[in-house]
């Protein structure tokens, strides 16, 4: 029988980064197949180019054993690919049944197609377990029914090969493991299936084989049943994985961050944040752990000075902000707390500015001078970020040089050097290392490690459970805006805390 | 009591004579802004085919060819629009904009080149124009209490392109929410890549929606020139495309609710044409001004959400980029 | 293979790539109405800088054009588009006209001529503001919000000017005379005081005080605190509230500061030449600023020279009126059209030949931004 997919010799270059090197892959037929890589490993230019969305430089594509070239993904689709994006091509607005048929209608006329869709997708539902209002409009939907509607369309399209990009992301344990009943029932009706995903523990539970990328490069092509997640880690990362060994016991010191029954609903009237209260001391790491979109990030605007709290209190270092009289970023600041955003690019940096003028962002004071702190200059400017990026090692060393010419890690660690140059009491941080690669995170783990040796209370909000749990001090999960508990690091386990994510207490 | 009946009813008929060129700008401004093109260069369309069409019909006699050539005309810059938001990524605004001033600048460059009349055209006759078509009865039915003087003057009278006008805004609704293409062109407005992963070119999705904006374009412009009026002057649309956008945003880009908005704003400008000089008691002259000016205060007291909110489709202004 | 341009390339080749593009359309477009391009480039040449008192002609318009481009530039960098110049540059005369019409018997010239000078900036500041508090409080787009302040401008200056500010006795929509001596001086009147002889020409102080607005808006944008935040403003509102400032006040400052410079237009018309309050006296100098501002990148420098071409373009232009049966003053409208049409929504057209050809030539160099990209690891992930 020949492979659903055979890729041979796939290159695909953008500008001066080769994307794609050589790409060799296998798909047998009606199997589940993982790819998985780190970030920038190349797994999503792969995929893009087998759904069309890009063309290859070079290489050769076999779709069960016929030739094809792709041009766009008009002709994946009708070739039988069907693919579920990282992040959902539905247009909100539309109802369930419009999302599934556009650009697949069956009519001229808008009605007699959907009714024509109806009709199969009530059997597609039932054949599949797929249950979705087919009359909802699709931005009221919970993402994981959004999801379900992904594959409908896929489905609708009489998709034979089924393409998710890091499809669990967004989705609680219970709904991913949800997921994987729903690829095995389609596995069974002898759908093929390629899972693009950087977690190992994924790709243990629910595929047949596995291929490892690492730098453009396929690595290796693995029976699943025959390998572990250390040597998928190993390959991935290209040596030996050091178990995170940076975190050592420290002598804890006073509570300096008292947050007090913090509530916060939204314009609907929602709760996105209930009855949160817990305590910080000085020189220790509480790490923030919970399914992306439990509130960890309103959470951390709200302890920033970004978000004004609906209710609640609170303290720093005895100064109590409460909800009534709430305090803008800069007030915060001022009481010696610093703030490493989530959102590197929307928030942290301003991509288009220089190095220099990023290093001040929020710090402006530092290089004003003139009546009132009016003007500011370059050379200060420059000086101070000089100073900044020998300290933190962010390369290449020009602070004049774009923002977005430097790497995701090279950002971050400018950020970080920012931050931490104001010498914070307490220090917050979101996703430290997302978009960063290896050598950058090692380096930002060791300098949070290093600024609660120096006594600053850092709190860690991270949806990788395994920074979370390899650097902090005490564990709060969150989930649904609540706190689940509190676990400190001698009792933690992946299976405890994953409970509480799930909200299971 | 008759003659102020008469003179409500002939008010009536002014303003579907007024807000003909308003609707049909707004129904093309609801094509181009559901796919995600903002189009503020409708007036600078009308303006050209308003010049085309009385041209065409001073030169070769006939309004069908002028109104053909109002349409091409229009069109063609529909296509510059769309060559740089759509191809080029420009930006929309600047890009209509551009259109508006070089309309501006061409219609009267190229007048005085052809007419030598300082930017006019020549004086139509009436068989180079679209002319009020008198429908069966109507000088009869004038007698009869209201609803004859109805029939005789708000309906019957009026030239075919107000009659399109007012078919397009249910073609523009039967095509928008009844048929598959409406379906992609109101996607392509909302979310691209959702159009764009399911296998249909949102280019050209978003070229054929210009396109249909251009045509509606141009039979407004032409409208003004070779049926409304029976000549060209220079900026003789003065403002009449930015009214038909606050009246696209005014109808949240729907068209029913839209053909309201222009039905009210020309119901604004006919009441002031006719309160012109009336003297009110201790106020002194009607300030028709600022009745003229309504319908640009009353779009920003909507913008502001003051009355409603007007929720514009979501990927309009951005050029579609994909992601790499 | 394309590489990405240096930044001098950018600012300098590529701005002059899409004027000429736009000069050449326009030399196409002329040549089909039957006259010969080159015959009308050289008459508008002379007309804007050879003839007698030409130069003075073509700094005046090029003051209106600092002014109304300094304006949309400032609010560009907060990436405000402030179409409502032309509106903004209406309300600033009205307010120099209220301050003179209303001080003149009682005040003395100079101190109602040193009043009206901010009171111009004061009432086109306030029409920016409106439009901007709109935008940053009420979410409502700018650029429809000032379009409609523009008409609503426009409505208030016909029903003010033929009504209660209507001269006694004149037919015309304007107000009376201002009072002698009211007014900025002209310069060659200066200059002819001083004894250097030259030829008459409307210009007059305010082109130092455009001058001065330009060194101002500098300073502003790149030099001080202000300047920085309005720029964060524009590439990233989440950035500023992080940083712990306050967008939507950055954007009704930005948006004052940038209708107070379109105000201050008024003073080169009103104060400088027309002695009164006219109708239409901004006269499309409003708009043109959107494309002195993209020719000039938004930077004053930048403004400075396109403001000089398309003085020189009016001046010219109007030369033409009296050379040619067939063309006009209006075809400058038309080569303003299309200098925004190439220099703003076309502005990438070339960029991508650009690259390849700049690629041919360095194919072998550029180590550093090798070296910057070398960093980087890539998005595709």
């Known amino acids: 029988m020949p492979f659903a997919i055979s890729m041979s010799g796939i290159c695909k270059r953008f500008g001066s980064v080769q994307a794609n090197d050589a790409i060799d892959l296998n798909i047998a037929s009606g199997d589940i197949h993982g790819i998985v890589g780190e970030n920038g490993a190349g797994k999503s230019t792969l995929v893009s180019i087998l759904y069309g969305f890009y063309k290859a430089d070079s290489g050769q594509i076999e779709i069960s054993g016929t030739p094809y070239t792709h041009n766009s993904p008009a002709d994946s689709i009708a070739a039988g690919i069907g693919m579920v994006h990282q992040h959902f091509m539905l247009v909100p607005n539309f109802t369930v049944l419009e999302n599934i048929i556009l650009g697949h209608e069956s009519d001229r006329d808008l009605t007699r197609s959907i009714e024509h869709a109806r009709h199969m997708l009530m059997n597609l539902a039932h054949q599949y377990g797929l249950v979705v209002d087919l009359d909802a409009e699709v931005g009221d939907l919970p993402v994981s029914l959004q999801q379900r509607v992904e594959i409908l369309k896929a489905l609708y399209r009489n998709a034979k090969i089924l393409i998710l990009d890091e499809p669990t992301g967004v989705l609680t344990p219970q709904e991913t493991e949800q997921l994987f009943d729903i690829l095995r029932s389609l596995k069974e009706q ?109 959470l951390l605007n709200i302890l920033a000075g970004i978000t004004a709290p609906s209710a609640g209190a609170i303290t720093y270092h005895g100064h109590r902000i409460a909800a009534e009289n709430p305090a803008n970023a800069q007030t915060i600041k001022a009481l010696g707390v610093a703030h490493v955003p989530e959102d590197r690019h929307a928030s942290g940096i301003v991509l288009p500015f220089s190095a220099a003028e990023n290093a001040a962002l929020g710090y402006e004071d530092d290089v004003s001078h003139g009546y009132k702190n009016m003007f500011i200059s370059p050379q200060q400017l420059n000086a101070r970020c000089a100073d900044l990026m020998q300290e933190f090692d962010v390369r290449p060393q020009h602070p004049e040089l774009t923002s977005s010419l430097f790497s995701g890690g090279n950002q971050q660690k400018l950020v970080l050097a920012r931050e931490m140059s104001a010498s914070p009491s307490v220090l917050l941080v979101g996703q430290p290392t997302r978009g960063v690669d290896i050598g950058a995170i090692e380096f930002i783990h060791q300098q949070l490690i290093n600024m609660r040796d120096s006594g600053c209370a850092i709190i860690l909000v991270s949806v990788e459970l395994d920074e979370i749990m390899s650097l902090s001090d005490r564990i709060m999960v969150m989930n649904n805006g609540q706190i689940m508990g509190m676990v400190n690091k001698s009792d933690a386990s992946v299976k405890a805390i994953g409970l509480l994510m799930a909200g299971v207490q | 009591m008759a003659e102020l009946w008469l003179q409500f009813v002939l008010t009536i008929d002014a303003t579907l004579r007024v807000a003909t060129p308003l609707i049909l700008c707004a129904m093309a401004g609801i094509f181009s802004e559901r796919s995600g093109i903002i189009d503020i260069s409708l007036e600078g369309k009308m303006l050209l085919s308003a010049f085309t069409a009385a041209t065409v019909a001073a030169l070769y006699g006939s309004p069908w060819l002028g109104l053909f050539c109002a349409v091409i005309v229009s069109m063609i810059f529909s296509l510059i629009h769309g060559f740089a938001c759509i191809t080029h990524r420009g930006n929309q605004v600047i890009s209509g904009l551009a259109i508006n001033i070089l309309a501006s600048g061409l219609t009267v460059t190229v007048g005085i080149a052809i007419f030598a009349q300082g930017g006019q055209t020549p004086f139509l006759m009436s068989e180079q124009r679209f002319s009020a078509i008198s429908l069966p009865f109507a000088e009869a039915a004038k007698n009869i209490p209201i609803i004859g003087t109805i029939y005789a003057e708000v309906i019957s009278g009026h030239n075919l392109l107000v009659w399109v006008a007012l078919l397009s805004v249910f073609l523009t609704g039967y095509v928008l929410f009844r048929t598959s293409f409406g379906l992609r062109l109101r996607a392509v407005g909302e979310k691209p890549e959702a159009v764009d992963t399911a296998g249909i070119s949102v280019t050209l999705m978003r070229y054929q929606a210009v396109l249909i904006a251009g045509l509606l374009c141009g039979i407004a412009g032409a409208y003004l020139s070779i049926a409304h009026g029976a000549s060209f002057g220079r900026d003789m649309t003065a403002g009449k495309g930015y009214i038909a956008l606050a009246a696209m945003i005014f109808g949240h880009w729907r068209p029913i609710p839209s053909l309201m908005a222009c039905l009210m704003f020309g119901f604004l400008d006919a009441i002031a044409a006719r309160l012109q000089g009336v003297e009110i008691p201790f106020f002194g002259p009607m300030p028709t001004d600022l009745i003229l000016v309504l319908p640009y205060v009353l779009t920003v007291i909507l913008l502001a959400g003051f009355i409603g909110r007007a929720v514009p489709p979501k990927a309009i202004g951005q050029p579609y980029v994909k992601e790499r | 293979m394309r590489r990405p341009l240096p930044a001098w390339v950018d600012i300098s080749i590529m701005p002059l ?52 481009g300094l304006a949309v530039a400032v609010a560009f960098h907060a990436m405000l588009f402030n179409i409502g110049g032309e509106g903004q540059a209406m309300i600033g005369g009205l307010g120099i006209g209220f301050v003179v019409l209303g001080l003149d018997p009682i005040l003395p010239p100079l101190l109602i001529v040193l009043l009206a000078i901010p009171v111009a900036a004061i009432f086109g500041a306030i029409w920016g503001i409106i439009p901007g508090w709109l935008q940053a409080r009420r979410g409502s787009h700018i650029v429809i919000t000032t379009i409609m302040f523009n008409f609503i401008a426009s409505s208030i200056m016909v029903w003010l000017l033929a009504g209660m500010l209507m001269a006694p006795g004149q037919m015309s929509p304007e107000t009376r005379h201002f009072a002698e001596g009211v007014s900025l001086a002209q310069i060659h009147h200066i200059a002819n005081a001083l004894g250097w002889p030259m030829a008459r020409s409307p210009l007059n102080l305010s082109f130092g005080i455009a001058i001065i607005a330009l060194v101002a808006v500098w300073v502003l944008i790149w030099r001080t605190r202000l300047g920085y935040i309005i720029r964060a403003t524009g590439h990233s509102e989440k950035a500023v509230i992080y940083a712990g400032h306050d967008p939507s006040r950055i954007i009704i400052i930005t948006m004052a500061i940038s209708g107070g410079l379109a105000g201050l237009m008024a003073l080169n018309e009103i104060l400088g030449v027309q002695e009164r309050v006219i109708l239409n006296f901004t006269a499309g100098y409003g708009f043109t600023g959107i494309a002195v501002a993209l020719m ?24 033409l009126d009296f050379e040619f049966q067939t063309i006009t003053k209006e075809m400058v409208l038309m080569i303003q059209g299309l200098i925004i049409l190439f220099s703003g929504a076309l502005a990438l057209m070339f960029v991508p030949t650009a690259e390849r050809i700049y690629g041919l030539f360095s194919a072998q160099d550029t180590a550093a931004s090798d070296q910057s990209r070398s960093g980087k690891d890539s998005q595709n992930g």
């Open chain 1, 190 to 298: 002898g759908v093929t299936i390629l899972l693009i995903t950087h977690k190992l523990r994924e790709i243990m539970a629910v595929t047949d084989c596995v291929s490892v990328m690492r730098g453009g490069r396929m690595i290796a092509h693995l029976n699943t049943a025959e390998t572990t997640p250390e040597e998928l880690a190993e390959l991935m990362v290209g040596r030996p994985v050091q178990v995170q060994k940076q975190w050592h016991q420290t002598q804890k010191g006073e509570a300096i961050v008292k947050v007090e029954n913090i509530h916060l609903s939204n314009a609907d009237n929602q709760n996105l944040l209930s009855d949160i209260s817990f305590t910080v001391h000085a020189g220790e790491i509480v790490g923030v752990a919970g399914v992306a979109g439990n509130g960890q990030s309103e």
């Open chain 3, 296 to 319: 000039g990148r938004n930077h004053p420098f930048g403004i400075l020279l396109a403001s000089l071409l398309f003085g020189a373009l009016y001046q010219g232009g109007a030369e």
């Open chain 3, 17 to 68: 790539i899409n004027i000429a593009a736009a000069f050449v359309v326009s030399g196409i477009i002329i040549a089909l109405i039957g006259e010969n391009p080159l015959t009308a480039l050289t008459i508008m040449v002379k007309g804007a800088f050879v003839y007698k008192g030409a130069l003075g002609y073509t700094l005046y318009y090029t003051t209106n054009f600092i002014f109304t």
